[in-house]
């Protein structure tokens, strides 16, 4: 399934032009494969840990609106890593909860509510693909019936899974997605800043499109994940990071992969994704930012975490 993007590009009323134009949107729709071996950094954050959210109110939204949120929650301080994801498809494969379809794993989900809404697809309970087996550019590899993360990518966020996928991983452990609303408090506190560390975005806060962390490679279009936590304040082979948590100590909110949550709308079938990404420019960063998918789509710069009661 190939990622979703807002590829645009400036009409040119040229035959010839029109043409390169397209080749060059097209190319810049591409999957990035990494041509440059991956460097290995211990973050020395705790991909374990949670925090918890207090209730109570905070500005929401791009214009502050006074918001409240009525109950205390605890969120994973970072993505769920590949190290993590792979531990629970090993374990549901295993136990009989999670299967191999041709080249998927698919579970099983209850389905959405549905009342037969125009240009919407109904979600009825049956086995939707969690992750996908045939992308070579996914983090994860799949070897006579065992999941591994690939070289160097353990502790990065888990990519290429579904809406699907990342709601059965929260499930499988008695977790849940956020709601948009909590995701937004966790990651702005009650301020009203519009990104989780603060008021600017400088290349030491996040990971976004050619913003030249050390996982970006020259010859590259755009650049690969950075570990749950890089930008903690460490240096890492010269490239020095600011310490970027929200005000809750939860890591990478914005930038780096964009994180599924558990909203679902009545009567629609898209589901909704927060925080930005790695192939995302600086105002996508935004903590108030939407974006959107089928929750059968994955791709390279979506990932998620979770969430439990305090």
């Not at 966790?186 to 996040?206: C, S």
């Not at 959107?292 to 990932?303: E, H, I, Q, S, V």
Request: with cysteine; proline share 10%; hydrophobic share 35%.
């Amino acid at each position: 399934m190939k990622r979703p993007m807002r590829c645009g590009f400036r009409t040119l009323w040229t035959r010839w032009g029109l043409m390169l134009a397209l080749m060059l949107a097209v190319t810049a729709c591409q999957p990035v494969v990494a041509a440059t071996p991956l460097p290995v950094y211990d973050t020395g954050v705790d991909s374990e840990a949670w925090a918890v959210i207090p209730a109570g109110p905070f500005l929401a939204g791009q214009f502050n609106t006074p918001t409240n949120l009525t109950h205390t929650f605890a969120m994973m301080v970072t993505d769920v890593t590949v190290e993590q994801y792979v531990r629970f498809l090993n374990q549901a494969m295993t136990e009989g909860k999670l299967r191999v379809q041709g080249n998927q794993v698919v579970g099983f989900y209850p389905g959405d509510p549905f009342h037969g809404a125009k240009h919407e697809e109904e979600i009825p309970p049956q086995d939707y693909v969690y992750v996908p087996l045939n992308e070579p550019d996914a983090p994860f590899v799949y070897v006579e019936g065992v999941f591994a993360p690939k070289t160097g990518y353990a502790y990065h966020p888990m990519t290429y899974v579904s809406w699907f996928g990342a709601w059965g991983y929260c499930r499988y452990y008695g977790y849940r997605l956020p709601s948009s609303l909590e995701w937004e408090k966790a990651a702005r506190g009650e301020d009203g800043r519009p990104y989780p560390w603060g008021w600017e975005l400088t290349p030491a806060n996040a990971n976004y499109y050619h913003s030249g962390d050390p996982f970006e490679a020259p010859q590259m279009a755009g650049s690969r994940t950075t570990p749950v936590g890089f930008y903690n304040g460490k240096t890492y082979d010269g490239f020095t990071t600011l310490d970027s948590p929200s005000p809750y100590g939860l890591y990478d909110m914005a930038g780096n992969v964009w994180q599924w949550v558990g909203d679902i709308t009545e009567g629609m079938h898209y589901r909704f994704m927060r925080g930005g990404s790695k192939d995302n420019y600086p105002p996508d960063l935004r903590v108030w930012v939407t974006n959107n998918a089928t929750p059968w789509y994955f791709g390279p710069g979506t990932g998620f975490r979770c969430v439990r009661e305090p």
